[in-house]
C-alpha cells in the first residue's frame, strides 16, 4: 500500500502543475489579444492600401481629364484659326497644329481608359480587401469569444484547486510539506517524479539499486539523489514519459 503522505505529495504536485499552466495561460492573455489585433490590422491596412491606390488612379485620371479639356480647347482655337487663314503655308502650319492636338487628345484618351480599366481592378481589390476585413473581424470575434470561455475555465479551475490544495496542504505531515515546497521551489515547481525502469523520469538519471527497490514499494519519501525530487512507483506503467507534467 502506497504511503499515504507519498499518495498525497502525488496529488499535490497533479494540482499545483495544474495551476501553473492555468497561470501560464492566464499570462498569456495580453499577447493572445495583440495577436489578434495584429490580424484585424493587417487586414485593415490592405483595405487601407487598396483604397489609397484607387484614390491615387481616381486623381490622376482627373488630372488627364483636364489636360484633355486643354488640348481640345486647343484644338477648337485652332480651327476657328483654320477659318481665317489666307494662305497656303497659314493653312499648312495651321493643320499642323491641329494634327498635333488631334494627337495629343488621342493620346492622352487612352490614357483616361487605362485608368478606368485599372480603376475597375483597384475597386474589386477594394470590395475584396472589405470583405476580407469583415470575415477577420468575424473570426477575431468568435476566436475573443472561445477565449473568454477559455479564461473563464481556467479562472474557475484555478478556484477550485486553490481550495482542493488547501485540504491536501492540512491533511499532510508539516516535515512532508515543507521538503515538498522546498524541492518545488528549486526545481521549477517540479518537487515529484515517477521512477520507471530505475530511472527518475524527469532528470533521466539511473537510480542506485536499492533507492529503486525501495521506491518500488511507495512506503517511504524517498528522494532522487541527483535532482532531490520525491520518487514514487506506478506499478504496470507503460514505458513512455511520466504521468506528471515536465517541468519547464
Do not use: W
Amino acid at each position: 500500500m502506497m504511503h499515504p503522505d507519498l499518495e498525497r505529495l502525488i496529488a499535490l504536485q497533479r494540482l499545483d502543475s495544474a495551476a501553473s499552466e492555468a497561470q501560464r495561460r492566464l499570462a498569456e492573455e495580453p499577447e493572445r489579444q495583440k495577436a489578434f489585433e495584429a490580424r484585424l490590422d493587417a487586414a485593415r491596412q490592405r483595405g487601407g492600401a487598396a483604397k489609397e491606390r484607387l484614390g491615387e488612379n481616381q486623381n490622376a485620371r482627373r488630372s488627364i481629364e483636364k489636360d484633355v479639356a486643354v488640348q481640345q480647347g486647343r484644338l477648337s482655337k485652332f480651327r476657328d484659326q483654320l477659318m481665317a487663314v489666307k494662305t497656303n503655308i497659314e493653312y499648312q502650319a495651321m493643320q499642323k497644329e491641329i494634327e498635333f492636338a488631334q494627337a495629343e487628345v488621342k493620346k492622352l484618351e487612352d490614357a483616361v481608359l487605362e485608368r478606368m480599366i485599372e480603376a475597375d481592378d483597384l475597386t474589386t481589390e477594394l470590395r475584396n480587401a472589405e470583405a476580407d476585413l469583415a470575415s477577420e473581424q468575424k473570426a477575431v470575434d468568435a476566436d475573443r469569444q472561445a477565449q473568454a470561455a477559455e479564461l473563464d475555465a481556467l479562472k474557475t479551475s484555478l478556484g477550485l484547486i486553490t481550495r482542493e490544495r488547501a485540504e491536501l496542504v492540512a491533511s499532510l505531515d508539516r516535515q512532508v510539506l515543507a521538503l515538498f515546497e522546498m524541492v518545488s521551489k528549486r526545481r521549477n515547481g517540479v518537487a515529484v517524479a515517477e521512477a520507471r525502469g530505475g530511472i527518475c523520469t524527469i532528470c533521466h538519471v539511473r537510480l542506485r539499486p536499492q533507492v529503486f527497490n525501495t521506491v518500488l514499494r511507495n512506503e517511504q519519501i524517498i528522494q532522487c539523489d541527483h535532482c532531490n525530487r520525491i520518487l514514487y512507483f506506478t506499478p504496470g506503467a507503460p514505458a513512455a514519459a511520466s504521468n506528471l507534467p515536465q517541468p519547464t
